[in-house]
């Protein structure tokens, strides 16, 4: 699905307030004038809204098509034109889905999401995130920390990284996962994290519904060159899971500077 349609957003801008709540990270922005906040979702294939906030902007909506998340259940999606959004100084205009957020906002933030902002923003701009200091900008100036190349599964960004001295596998660059690191099931049996390795259950899932997933730790998760000991993650029996997922319990520790036009990213560890 492409949703771009027009763009026109500086090449730098100054530092923007970047909320998070429950390890979701959320930005301001104004859509067909309108002041809301959006979670930023990098591993987000278009930009979604909420439907009773396209209804609130009286968007003209049309189509119906299936759509998937990190959830149980299979999703309707409608589709709106020519949405205009402004956020970090600039203005975008896009091809938006539309659905109902209700049950994933109350869920994972505890309140209604009128916005989910995808690969539209990062697809075109340099962004410079620092997730711990709050702060998120359109960036122009020389990135630091390590290079990273970014790849692609399944329209999804992906950074190399490493799970337990084992090869280095593409691992879903994901600002969107306020759940912790998640590890596709058949990686998982591969590296031998099943078995007596599962440590427990609990709930997870985005845009679909809750699902349960079985928990393991892994002894260490290795990213631009820095290891993560004893780290907590949720294997995704999803069919088309990537190998690994890694969101901001793991991103928080980097400055980030994304250059996804470019196809590359720098992580700077945080002191």
Do not use: C, K
């Not at 959320?26 to 930009?47: K, Q, W, Y």
């Not at 990190?70 to 100084?89: I, K, N, P, Q, W």
């Not at 969107?176 to 596709?184: A, E, F």
């Amino acid at each position: 699905m492409l949703a771009l349609v027009a763009l026109a957003l500086p090449a730098a801008g100054g530092a923007e307030p970047l909320r998070v709540v429950h390890d979701r990270l959320f930005i301001p922005v104004i859509v067909n004038g309108e002041r809301t906040e959006a979670l930023l979702d990098s591993a987000a294939e278009m930009t979604i809204l909420d439907d009773d906030f396209a209804r609130h902007l009286n968007l003209a909506v049309g189509g119906d098509e299936a759509a998937h998340g990190s959830g149980a259940a299979e999703m309707r999606a409608r589709f709106a034109d020519h949405v205009a959004v402004e956020t970090l100084g600039g203005s975008m205009e896009l091809r938006v889905g539309i659905l109902d957020l209700d049950e994933v906002g109350n869920r994972l933030v505890g309140r209604p999401l009128h916005m989910l902002l995808g690969r539209d923003l990062f697809d075109e701009t340099r962004l410079r995130i620092d997730i711990a200091g709050g702060t998120i900008e359109a960036f122009d100036g020389r990135p630091r920390g390590v290079l990273l190349p970014v790849g692609e599964h399944r329209g999804t960004p992906t950074v190399p990284a490493a799970v337990e001295g084992h090869g280095a596998v593409q691992a879903v660059f994901d600002t969107g996962n306020g759940s912790g690191v998640l590890v596709g099931s058949a990686y998982a049996r591969r590296i031998g994290l099943t078995g007596a390795r599962i440590v427990g259950r609990e709930e997870g899932g985005g845009l679909g519904g809750a699902r349960r997933r079985d928990i393991v730790v892994l002894r260490s998760l290795t990213l631009a060159g820095r290891s993560f000991r004893n780290v907590r993650a949720a294997i995704d029996p999803g069919e088309t899971a990537s190998d690994l997922n890694i969101g901001t319990s793991i991103l928080r520790h980097f400055v980030i500077t994304t250059d996804f036009a470019g196809h590359r990213v720098w992580l700077e560890p945080r002191s």
